[in-house]
Protein backbone atom coordinates (compact mmCIF):
# COMPACT_ATOMS: atom_id res chain seq x y z
CA UNK A 1 0.00 0.00 0.00
CA UNK A 2 3.17 2.29 0.81
CA UNK A 3 4.64 1.48 -2.21
CA UNK A 4 1.57 2.21 -4.53
CA UNK A 5 1.25 5.45 -2.70
CA UNK A 6 4.84 6.39 -3.37
CA UNK A 7 4.54 5.16 -6.85
CA UNK A 8 1.54 7.28 -7.48
CA UNK A 9 3.37 10.45 -5.45
CA UNK A 10 6.30 10.19 -7.84
CA UNK A 11 4.06 9.98 -10.79
CA UNK A 12 1.93 12.85 -9.84
CA UNK A 13 5.99 15.12 -9.53
CA UNK A 14 7.08 13.88 -12.58
CA UNK A 15 4.02 14.72 -13.98
CA UNK A 16 4.05 17.99 -12.56
CA UNK A 17 7.59 19.03 -13.70
CA UNK A 18 6.61 17.53 -17.10
CA UNK A 19 3.28 19.90 -17.38
CA UNK A 20 5.86 23.10 -16.16
CA UNK A 21 8.53 21.67 -19.05
CA UNK A 22 6.05 21.52 -21.55
CA UNK A 23 4.25 25.18 -20.20
CA UNK A 24 7.95 26.76 -20.17
CA UNK A 25 8.34 25.11 -23.28
CA UNK A 26 4.86 27.09 -25.12
CA UNK A 27 5.99 30.53 -23.01
CA UNK A 28 9.47 30.05 -24.76
CA UNK A 29 7.71 29.48 -28.33
CA UNK A 30 5.49 32.50 -27.67
CA UNK A 31 8.03 34.63 -27.05
CA UNK A 32 9.79 33.83 -29.44
CA UNK A 33 6.93 34.33 -31.91
CA UNK A 34 6.10 37.67 -29.89
CA UNK A 35 10.02 38.89 -30.77
CA UNK A 36 9.31 37.66 -34.19
CA UNK A 37 6.15 39.53 -34.57
CA UNK A 38 7.59 42.56 -32.67
CA UNK A 39 10.78 42.35 -35.56
CA UNK A 40 8.66 42.06 -38.42
CA UNK A 41 6.40 45.03 -37.13
CA UNK A 42 9.80 47.29 -36.93
CA UNK A 43 10.71 46.20 -40.00
CA UNK A 44 7.37 47.28 -41.29
CA UNK A 45 7.31 50.27 -39.50
CA UNK A 46 10.08 52.18 -41.54
CA UNK A 47 7.87 51.56 -44.91
CA UNK A 48 4.37 52.86 -43.25
CA UNK A 49 5.35 55.66 -41.14
CA UNK A 50 6.23 57.84 -44.53
CA UNK A 51 3.77 58.10 -47.86
CA UNK A 52 6.25 58.17 -50.21
CA UNK A 53 5.63 58.86 -54.06
CA UNK A 54 5.88 56.81 -56.11
CA UNK A 55 6.03 53.44 -54.35
CA UNK A 56 4.58 50.09 -56.35
CA UNK A 57 3.87 47.10 -55.17
CA UNK A 58 5.42 43.76 -56.57
CA UNK A 59 4.15 42.43 -59.43
CA UNK A 60 1.52 39.59 -58.51
CA UNK A 61 3.36 37.53 -61.00
CA UNK A 62 6.55 37.32 -58.81
CA UNK A 63 4.54 35.69 -55.87
CA UNK A 64 2.47 33.11 -58.43
CA UNK A 65 3.49 29.70 -57.69
CA UNK A 66 2.26 27.72 -61.16
CA UNK A 67 0.45 24.85 -60.25
CA UNK A 68 0.34 23.07 -64.17
CA UNK A 69 3.10 22.93 -66.72
CA UNK A 70 2.19 24.88 -70.23
CA UNK A 71 2.42 22.90 -73.25
CA UNK A 72 5.71 24.04 -74.56
CA UNK A 73 6.55 24.12 -78.61
CA UNK A 74 9.83 21.98 -79.53
CA UNK A 75 11.74 25.53 -79.33
CA UNK A 76 10.59 25.90 -76.19
CA UNK A 77 11.31 22.24 -75.19
CA UNK A 78 15.05 22.35 -76.30
CA UNK A 79 16.03 25.76 -74.52
CA UNK A 80 14.23 23.87 -71.20
CA UNK A 81 16.39 20.91 -71.95
CA UNK A 82 19.94 22.86 -72.32
CA UNK A 83 22.60 23.12 -69.87
CA UNK A 84 23.60 26.87 -69.22
CA UNK A 85 24.39 29.05 -66.39
CA UNK A 86 25.01 28.02 -62.98
CA UNK A 87 25.50 24.35 -62.48
CA UNK A 88 22.30 23.34 -64.46
CA UNK A 89 22.80 19.50 -64.16
CA UNK A 90 19.58 18.65 -62.88
CA UNK A 91 18.19 15.16 -63.20
CA UNK A 92 14.76 14.31 -64.69
CA UNK A 93 12.71 14.82 -60.74
CA UNK A 94 14.52 18.06 -60.75
CA UNK A 95 12.91 19.72 -63.59
CA UNK A 96 9.06 19.68 -62.44
CA UNK A 97 8.98 23.20 -61.23
CA UNK A 98 11.84 24.46 -63.39
CA UNK A 99 9.34 23.62 -66.12
CA UNK A 100 6.47 24.80 -64.55
CA UNK A 101 7.84 28.76 -64.25
CA UNK A 102 9.53 28.10 -67.15
CA UNK A 103 5.98 28.36 -69.41
CA UNK A 104 4.33 30.46 -67.06
CA UNK A 105 6.79 33.26 -67.52
CA UNK A 106 6.62 32.34 -71.53
CA UNK A 107 2.64 31.87 -71.89
CA UNK A 108 0.31 33.31 -68.91
CA UNK A 109 3.05 36.15 -67.76
CA UNK A 110 4.72 36.68 -70.93
CA UNK A 111 3.71 40.47 -71.04
CA UNK A 112 4.99 40.99 -67.41
CA UNK A 113 8.79 39.41 -68.19
CA UNK A 114 8.80 41.68 -71.85
CA UNK A 115 8.06 44.33 -69.31
CA UNK A 116 10.54 43.39 -66.89
CA UNK A 117 12.86 43.32 -69.75
CA UNK A 118 12.52 46.81 -70.88
CA UNK A 119 13.11 47.91 -67.07
CA UNK A 120 16.13 46.08 -66.46
CA UNK A 121 17.86 47.45 -69.59
CA UNK A 122 18.98 50.66 -67.78
CA UNK A 123 20.78 48.70 -64.68
CA UNK A 124 21.54 45.18 -66.54
CA UNK A 125 24.84 46.68 -67.99
CA UNK A 126 26.13 47.97 -64.09
CA UNK A 127 24.72 44.65 -62.36
CA UNK A 128 26.81 42.65 -64.75
CA UNK A 129 29.91 44.52 -64.54
CA UNK A 130 29.90 44.73 -60.35
CA UNK A 131 29.80 40.82 -60.82
CA UNK A 132 32.69 40.69 -63.24
CA UNK A 133 34.85 42.74 -60.52
CA UNK A 134 33.94 40.47 -57.84
CA UNK A 135 34.26 37.44 -59.78
CA UNK A 136 30.80 36.18 -59.47
CA UNK A 137 29.00 34.29 -61.68
CA UNK A 138 26.73 36.52 -64.55
CA UNK A 139 23.87 34.29 -64.11
CA UNK A 140 23.13 36.36 -60.36
CA UNK A 141 22.11 38.93 -62.46
CA UNK A 142 18.90 37.46 -63.10
CA UNK A 143 18.16 37.75 -59.49
CA UNK A 144 16.36 40.85 -58.89
CA UNK A 145 13.89 39.65 -61.69
CA UNK A 146 12.70 36.98 -59.51
CA UNK A 147 13.08 39.32 -56.48
CA UNK A 148 11.17 42.54 -57.88
CA UNK A 149 11.05 42.48 -61.91
CA UNK A 150 13.66 44.92 -61.49
CA UNK A 151 11.49 47.26 -60.36
CA UNK A 152 13.67 49.88 -57.71
CA UNK A 153 10.71 51.21 -56.48
CA UNK A 154 8.55 47.69 -55.22
CA UNK A 155 7.84 47.01 -51.76
CA UNK A 156 7.03 43.75 -50.53
CA UNK A 157 4.59 43.23 -47.47
CA UNK A 158 6.50 42.00 -45.67
CA UNK A 159 8.58 45.64 -45.37
CA UNK A 160 11.42 44.26 -48.46
CA UNK A 161 12.65 47.39 -50.60
CA UNK A 162 14.29 47.95 -53.85
CA UNK A 163 15.51 46.07 -57.17
CA UNK A 164 17.12 43.56 -54.34
CA UNK A 165 14.30 43.03 -51.93
CA UNK A 166 16.33 44.14 -48.87
CA UNK A 167 14.48 44.27 -45.24
CA UNK A 168 15.77 47.31 -43.23
CA UNK A 169 18.06 45.13 -40.97
CA UNK A 170 19.76 43.46 -43.71
CA UNK A 171 20.23 46.45 -45.70
CA UNK A 172 21.75 48.53 -42.88
CA UNK A 173 23.77 45.58 -42.09
CA UNK A 174 25.70 45.60 -45.82
CA UNK A 175 25.88 49.77 -45.28
CA UNK A 176 22.60 50.79 -46.74
CA UNK A 177 20.52 53.65 -44.95
CA UNK A 178 17.26 53.38 -44.18
CA UNK A 179 15.16 56.17 -42.26
CA UNK A 180 12.83 58.92 -43.10
CA UNK A 181 15.18 61.39 -45.22
CA UNK A 182 16.24 58.65 -47.48
CA UNK A 183 15.78 54.07 -48.22
CA UNK A 184 19.37 53.25 -50.19
CA UNK A 185 17.55 49.73 -50.78
CA UNK A 186 16.12 52.13 -53.80
CA UNK A 187 19.16 53.04 -54.70
CA UNK A 188 20.35 50.85 -57.56
CA UNK A 189 23.76 50.95 -57.73
CA UNK A 190 24.33 51.48 -53.40
CA UNK A 191 21.98 48.22 -53.53
CA UNK A 192 23.89 45.98 -56.06
CA UNK A 193 27.09 46.52 -54.16
CA UNK A 194 25.26 45.35 -51.00
CA UNK A 195 23.58 42.84 -52.77
CA UNK A 196 26.83 41.27 -54.11
CA UNK A 197 28.54 41.56 -50.08
CA UNK A 198 25.67 39.52 -49.01
CA UNK A 199 25.50 36.84 -51.67
CA UNK A 200 29.42 36.28 -51.30
CA UNK A 201 28.81 35.84 -47.68
CA UNK A 202 25.97 33.62 -48.15
CA UNK A 203 28.22 31.48 -50.86
CA UNK A 204 31.07 31.30 -48.51
CA UNK A 205 28.55 29.68 -45.60
CA UNK A 206 27.17 27.52 -47.81
CA UNK A 207 29.42 26.89 -50.49
CA UNK A 208 27.30 26.30 -53.06
CA UNK A 209 25.17 28.89 -54.98
CA UNK A 210 21.69 27.44 -54.94
CA UNK A 211 21.86 27.00 -51.47
CA UNK A 212 23.48 30.55 -51.39
CA UNK A 213 19.95 31.52 -53.22
CA UNK A 214 17.32 30.05 -51.35
CA UNK A 215 19.28 31.51 -48.12
CA UNK A 216 19.08 34.96 -49.30
CA UNK A 217 15.17 34.84 -49.67
CA UNK A 218 14.50 32.66 -46.31
CA UNK A 219 17.54 33.88 -44.46
CA UNK A 220 20.38 31.98 -43.36
CA UNK A 221 19.57 30.94 -40.06
CA UNK A 222 16.28 29.01 -41.74
CA UNK A 223 18.34 26.99 -44.17
CA UNK A 224 21.64 26.22 -42.05
CA UNK A 225 19.22 24.50 -39.71
CA UNK A 226 16.93 22.83 -41.74
CA UNK A 227 20.83 21.36 -43.52
CA UNK A 228 21.73 20.75 -40.37
CA UNK A 229 18.12 18.54 -39.01
CA UNK A 230 17.81 16.95 -42.12
CA UNK A 231 21.68 15.98 -43.20
CA UNK A 232 20.63 17.54 -46.47
CA UNK A 233 23.70 18.52 -48.70
CA UNK A 234 22.03 20.51 -51.27
CA UNK A 235 19.34 22.58 -51.94
CA UNK A 236 17.20 19.47 -53.96
CA UNK A 237 17.96 17.11 -51.13
CA UNK A 238 16.61 20.00 -48.92
CA UNK A 239 13.69 20.24 -50.12
CA UNK A 240 12.63 16.83 -50.94
CA UNK A 241 13.63 15.84 -46.82
CA UNK A 242 11.62 19.03 -45.72
CA UNK A 243 8.39 17.23 -44.38
CA UNK A 244 11.09 15.66 -42.17
CA UNK A 245 11.53 19.03 -40.18
CA UNK A 246 9.26 20.08 -37.79
CA UNK A 247 6.00 22.73 -39.42
CA UNK A 248 7.80 25.42 -37.91
CA UNK A 249 11.40 24.58 -39.33
CA UNK A 250 10.33 24.06 -42.58
CA UNK A 251 10.94 26.07 -45.84
CA UNK A 252 7.92 27.37 -47.38
CA UNK A 253 6.82 27.13 -50.79
CA UNK A 254 8.00 30.59 -51.85
CA UNK A 255 11.33 29.04 -50.56
CA UNK A 256 11.26 25.69 -51.93
CA UNK A 257 10.25 27.13 -56.08
CA UNK A 258 12.82 29.83 -55.67
CA UNK A 259 15.92 28.02 -56.89
CA UNK A 260 13.56 26.96 -59.69
CA UNK A 261 11.82 30.28 -60.43
CA UNK A 262 15.79 31.49 -60.91
CA UNK A 263 16.64 28.64 -62.80
CA UNK A 264 13.64 29.41 -65.27
CA UNK A 265 14.19 33.04 -65.51
CA UNK A 266 18.13 32.35 -65.94
CA UNK A 267 17.50 29.74 -69.50
CA UNK A 268 14.45 32.25 -70.66
CA UNK A 269 17.17 34.91 -70.71
CA UNK A 270 19.79 33.11 -71.85
CA UNK A 271 17.71 32.33 -75.06
CA UNK A 272 15.64 35.31 -76.22
CA UNK A 273 15.83 35.10 -79.52
CA UNK A 274 15.04 31.66 -79.92
CA UNK A 275 11.41 32.52 -77.35
CA UNK A 276 10.65 35.54 -79.46
CA UNK A 277 11.46 38.35 -76.46
CA UNK A 278 12.61 41.23 -77.59
CA UNK A 279 16.65 41.06 -77.18
CA UNK A 280 18.24 43.25 -74.69
CA UNK A 281 20.06 46.39 -75.75
CA UNK A 282 23.23 46.29 -74.02
CA UNK A 283 24.12 50.09 -75.22
CA UNK A 284 21.02 51.59 -73.18
CA UNK A 285 22.54 51.33 -69.81
CA UNK A 286 22.20 54.86 -67.42
CA UNK A 287 25.14 56.97 -67.99
CA UNK A 288 25.45 58.94 -65.26
CA UNK A 289 27.96 60.65 -63.24
CA UNK A 290 27.93 60.93 -58.69
CA UNK A 291 27.58 64.17 -56.85
CA UNK A 292 28.45 64.52 -53.29
CA UNK A 293 25.13 66.37 -52.39
CA UNK A 294 25.87 67.78 -48.82
CA UNK A 295 23.02 67.38 -45.87
CA UNK A 296 20.40 69.88 -45.90
CA UNK A 297 20.86 70.69 -49.78
CA UNK A 298 16.89 71.84 -51.73
CA UNK A 299 16.87 68.61 -54.08
CA UNK A 300 14.12 70.36 -55.83
CA UNK A 301 15.96 73.53 -56.76
CA UNK A 302 18.80 71.17 -58.09
CA UNK A 303 17.05 69.29 -59.91
CA UNK A 304 15.52 73.51 -61.71
CA UNK A 305 19.38 74.20 -61.95
CA UNK A 306 20.54 70.84 -64.03
CA UNK A 307 17.03 71.76 -66.50
CA UNK A 308 15.48 68.43 -65.00
CA UNK A 309 11.72 67.99 -63.75
CA UNK A 310 11.45 66.64 -60.30
CA UNK A 311 9.98 63.40 -61.88
CA UNK A 312 13.15 63.18 -64.09
CA UNK A 313 15.63 63.88 -60.90
CA UNK A 314 13.58 61.49 -59.00
CA UNK A 315 13.98 58.58 -61.62
CA UNK A 316 17.65 58.67 -61.27
CA UNK A 317 17.68 58.95 -57.56
CA UNK A 318 14.98 56.86 -56.01
CA UNK A 319 16.92 56.55 -52.62
CA UNK A 320 15.72 60.35 -51.63
CA UNK A 321 12.55 59.99 -49.79
CA UNK A 322 12.17 64.10 -49.39
CA UNK A 323 12.80 66.92 -51.65
CA UNK A 324 15.78 67.54 -49.43
CA UNK A 325 18.64 65.58 -48.66
CA UNK A 326 19.18 64.51 -45.02
CA UNK A 327 20.69 67.08 -42.66
CA UNK A 328 24.45 66.35 -41.09
CA UNK A 329 25.34 63.72 -44.01
CA UNK A 330 26.11 63.42 -47.11
CA UNK A 331 24.39 61.35 -49.61
CA UNK A 332 25.08 60.61 -53.01
CA UNK A 333 23.06 61.61 -56.29
CA UNK A 334 23.40 60.01 -59.54
CA UNK A 335 22.90 63.00 -62.37
CA UNK A 336 23.55 62.82 -66.60
CA UNK A 337 27.28 63.93 -67.67
CA UNK A 338 25.65 66.97 -69.49
CA UNK A 339 24.04 68.74 -66.17
CA UNK A 340 27.39 68.33 -64.12
CA UNK A 341 28.52 71.64 -64.38
CA UNK A 342 25.08 73.28 -63.69
CA UNK A 343 25.13 70.73 -60.28
CA UNK A 344 29.04 71.71 -59.33
CA UNK A 345 27.96 75.38 -59.68
CA UNK A 346 24.40 75.21 -57.84
CA UNK A 347 26.09 73.26 -55.06
CA UNK A 348 28.84 75.62 -54.21
CA UNK A 349 26.05 78.31 -54.11
CA UNK A 350 24.57 78.62 -50.33
CA UNK A 351 21.20 78.61 -51.75
CA UNK A 352 21.33 75.21 -52.29
CA UNK A 353 20.82 74.64 -48.47
CA UNK A 354 18.19 77.55 -47.75
CA UNK A 355 17.43 76.80 -44.32
CA UNK A 356 19.66 76.69 -41.34
CA UNK A 357 18.60 72.70 -40.63
CA UNK A 358 15.91 70.64 -40.48
CA UNK A 359 13.53 68.97 -37.80
CA UNK A 360 11.42 65.84 -37.91
CA UNK A 361 8.13 66.42 -36.29
CA UNK A 362 5.07 64.09 -35.68
CA UNK A 363 1.37 65.69 -36.00
CA UNK A 364 -0.43 65.52 -32.95
CA UNK A 365 -4.08 65.61 -32.33
CA UNK A 366 -5.17 69.38 -32.86
CA UNK A 367 -2.33 70.21 -34.92
CA UNK A 368 -2.74 72.05 -37.64
CA UNK A 369 -0.34 74.41 -40.65
CA UNK A 370 -1.22 77.13 -38.94
CA UNK A 371 -0.55 76.23 -35.44
CA UNK A 372 3.18 74.46 -36.30
CA UNK A 373 4.12 77.29 -38.37
CA UNK A 374 3.23 79.90 -34.55
CA UNK A 375 5.39 77.00 -32.77
CA UNK A 376 8.48 76.93 -34.66
CA UNK A 377 8.32 80.70 -36.56
CA UNK A 378 7.98 79.55 -40.11
CA UNK A 379 5.18 80.81 -42.29
CA UNK A 380 2.43 77.91 -43.47
CA UNK A 381 3.58 78.43 -47.08
CA UNK A 382 7.27 77.19 -45.99
CA UNK A 383 6.08 74.48 -44.55
CA UNK A 384 3.78 73.52 -47.00
CA UNK A 385 6.36 73.93 -49.83
CA UNK A 386 9.36 71.82 -48.40
CA UNK A 387 6.81 68.92 -47.57
CA UNK A 388 5.83 69.34 -50.90
CA UNK A 389 2.11 69.35 -49.86
CA UNK A 390 -0.77 71.35 -50.76
CA UNK A 391 -4.00 70.34 -48.87
CA UNK A 392 -4.50 71.77 -45.39
CA UNK A 393 -5.40 68.87 -44.00
CA UNK A 394 -2.53 67.08 -42.18
CA UNK A 395 -3.14 63.51 -40.31
CA UNK A 396 -1.92 62.89 -36.72
CA UNK A 397 1.07 60.39 -36.69
CA UNK A 398 2.60 61.13 -40.18
CA UNK A 399 5.56 63.13 -40.27
CA UNK A 400 6.70 66.59 -42.10
CA UNK A 401 10.01 68.32 -41.82
CA UNK A 402 10.65 72.03 -39.82
CA UNK A 403 13.00 73.78 -41.77
CA UNK A 404 15.52 76.06 -38.90
CA UNK A 405 14.44 79.49 -38.21
CA UNK A 406 17.08 81.44 -40.35
CA UNK A 407 18.40 80.58 -43.63
CA UNK A 408 22.18 79.20 -44.27
CA UNK A 409 21.87 81.82 -46.92
CA UNK A 410 21.32 84.54 -44.30
CA UNK A 411 23.89 83.41 -41.96
CA UNK A 412 26.30 83.23 -44.90
CA UNK A 413 25.96 87.08 -45.91
CA UNK A 414 26.15 88.01 -42.58
CA UNK A 415 29.74 86.32 -42.74
CA UNK A 416 30.53 87.33 -45.90
CA UNK A 417 29.89 90.93 -45.78
CA UNK A 418 32.82 90.96 -43.15
CA UNK A 419 34.86 88.79 -45.26
CA UNK A 420 35.05 90.49 -48.41
CA UNK A 421 36.11 94.01 -46.53
CA UNK A 422 39.25 91.84 -44.81
CA UNK A 423 39.45 90.68 -48.43
CA UNK A 424 39.61 94.30 -50.17
CA UNK A 425 41.91 95.27 -47.08
CA UNK A 426 44.38 92.61 -48.22
CA UNK A 427 43.98 92.67 -52.05
CA UNK A 428 46.73 91.50 -54.38
CA UNK A 429 45.50 90.75 -57.28
CA UNK A 430 43.22 92.96 -59.81
CA UNK A 431 40.80 91.34 -62.61
CA UNK A 432 42.30 91.64 -66.28
CA UNK A 433 40.10 90.59 -69.31
CA UNK A 434 39.97 86.74 -69.87
CA UNK A 435 40.26 86.08 -66.67
CA UNK A 436 38.00 83.46 -64.73
CA UNK A 437 37.97 82.36 -60.95
CA UNK A 438 39.75 78.25 -62.07
CA UNK A 439 42.26 80.44 -64.17
CA UNK A 440 43.38 82.16 -60.91
CA UNK A 441 42.94 79.12 -58.69
CA UNK A 442 45.07 77.64 -61.02
CA UNK A 443 48.27 80.34 -61.17
CA UNK A 444 48.03 80.77 -57.51
CA UNK A 445 47.66 76.71 -56.97
CA UNK A 446 44.40 77.65 -54.93
CA UNK A 447 41.01 75.82 -55.43
CA UNK A 448 38.50 77.60 -56.57
CA UNK A 449 36.33 77.08 -53.05
CA UNK A 450 39.04 78.56 -51.30
CA UNK A 451 39.65 81.82 -53.44
CA UNK A 452 35.93 82.39 -53.44
CA UNK A 453 35.54 81.98 -49.58
CA UNK A 454 38.82 84.44 -49.16
CA UNK A 455 37.25 86.69 -50.80
CA UNK A 456 33.09 85.97 -49.85
CA UNK A 457 31.82 85.34 -53.15
CA UNK A 458 29.25 83.30 -54.10
CA UNK A 459 29.33 83.74 -57.72
CA UNK A 460 31.72 82.51 -60.05
CA UNK A 461 31.26 85.50 -62.10
CA UNK A 462 34.35 88.94 -62.06
CA UNK A 463 34.51 91.74 -63.49
CA UNK A 464 37.49 93.53 -65.03
CA UNK A 465 39.55 95.48 -62.49
CA UNK A 466 38.03 93.74 -59.73
CA UNK A 467 39.74 93.42 -56.64
CA UNK A 468 40.65 90.03 -55.35
CA UNK A 469 42.83 88.45 -52.33
CA UNK A 470 44.75 85.67 -53.09
CA UNK A 471 45.66 83.44 -50.13
CA UNK A 472 49.72 83.03 -49.14
CA UNK A 473 50.74 84.95 -51.85
CA UNK A 474 52.87 87.94 -51.47
CA UNK A 475 53.94 90.71 -54.14
CA UNK A 476 57.03 89.36 -54.83
CA UNK A 477 55.65 85.20 -55.77
CA UNK A 478 52.37 87.37 -56.82
CA UNK A 479 53.90 88.44 -59.88
CA UNK A 480 56.48 85.35 -60.35
CA UNK A 481 53.05 83.35 -60.55
CA UNK A 482 51.67 86.31 -62.57
CA UNK A 483 54.88 85.70 -64.78
CA UNK A 484 54.37 81.53 -64.83
CA UNK A 485 50.66 82.00 -65.46
CA UNK A 486 51.10 83.93 -68.80
CA UNK A 487 53.26 81.14 -70.05
CA UNK A 488 50.91 78.40 -68.97
CA UNK A 489 48.14 80.40 -70.54
CA UNK A 490 49.91 79.78 -73.88
CA UNK A 491 49.53 76.22 -73.85
CA UNK A 492 46.68 76.06 -76.16
CA UNK A 493 45.18 72.84 -77.14
CA UNK A 494 43.34 72.76 -79.93
CA UNK A 495 40.68 69.89 -79.45
CA UNK A 496 39.17 68.00 -82.11
CA UNK A 497 35.52 66.66 -80.82
CA UNK A 498 34.97 62.78 -81.09
CA UNK A 499 31.89 60.90 -81.31
CA UNK A 500 30.63 60.37 -77.88
CA UNK A 501 32.39 63.37 -76.42
CA UNK A 502 30.64 66.19 -74.66
CA UNK A 503 31.89 69.01 -72.26
CA UNK A 504 31.97 67.38 -69.13
CA UNK A 505 33.78 64.15 -70.77
CA UNK A 506 36.36 66.58 -72.31
CA UNK A 507 37.29 68.77 -69.24
CA UNK A 508 37.65 65.49 -67.01
CA UNK A 509 40.44 64.37 -70.03
CA UNK A 510 42.10 67.73 -69.66
CA UNK A 511 41.58 68.60 -66.23
CA UNK A 512 39.97 71.87 -66.80
CA UNK A 513 36.41 72.74 -65.62
CA UNK A 514 33.43 72.46 -67.90
CA UNK A 515 32.76 76.33 -66.95
CA UNK A 516 36.22 77.45 -68.48
CA UNK A 517 35.63 75.28 -71.74
CA UNK A 518 32.23 76.86 -71.97
CA UNK A 519 33.98 80.54 -71.65
CA UNK A 520 36.90 79.87 -73.46
CA UNK A 521 34.80 78.81 -76.38
CA UNK A 522 31.33 80.83 -75.86
CA UNK A 523 29.89 77.99 -75.02
CA UNK A 524 26.37 77.43 -73.23
CA UNK A 525 24.93 74.09 -71.28
CA UNK A 526 22.83 73.81 -74.00
CA UNK A 527 25.16 73.70 -76.81
CA UNK A 528 25.71 70.80 -79.07
CA UNK A 529 29.67 69.36 -80.10
CA UNK A 530 29.71 67.46 -83.71
CA UNK A 531 32.26 64.69 -84.34
CA UNK A 532 35.09 67.10 -86.26
CA UNK A 533 34.24 70.47 -83.92
CA UNK A 534 37.72 72.26 -83.25
CA UNK A 535 37.47 73.53 -79.45
CA UNK A 536 40.38 75.21 -77.71
CA UNK A 537 41.23 74.05 -74.17
CA UNK A 538 44.32 75.71 -71.77
CA UNK A 539 46.12 73.20 -70.15
CA UNK A 540 49.33 73.40 -67.66
Known amino acids: MLKSFRLIALLALFAFFAGCSAKNAQVDEAAIDAQTAAALKSEASVETE ?8 LDPELEAAPQEAETLTPEEEKVLQSNNGIYFNLDEHDTKEVQQYFGFFTHKARKTFDRWLQRSEPFLPYVRQVLSENDMPQDLAMLPFAESGYNAWAYSRAGAAGMWQFMPFTGRKFGLRVDWWVDERRDPYKSTQAAVKYLNVLHDMFGDWYLALAAYNAGEGKIGRALKKTGSKDF ?9 LSRRARLRTET ?19 LGFTNINWENGIQFETVKVPGGTDL ?12 E ?18 INAYLPERVMADAADYLESPNSRPFAGYKRYKIRKGDSWYRIARRYGVPVAVLKSVNNHKSNLIKPGSYIMIPGKGSSAAVYATNTSKTRRTAQSRANYRVR ?22 NGLYSSKLKIGQKLYIPDNNASSSARSVAKAENVKQQLVKYQVRRGDNLWKIARRFGVKVSSLMEWNSLNSKSILRPGDKIKVYVQ
Open 50 to 57: VADSGIEP
Open 236 to 244: FDLTKNNHK
Open 256 to 274: KNYVPKFIAISKIFKNLDE
Open 300 to 311: LALAKACGMKWS
Open 313 to 330: FHKLNPHFRRQVSPPNAV
Open 433 to 454: QGDTLWDIASRYSVSVTTLKRA
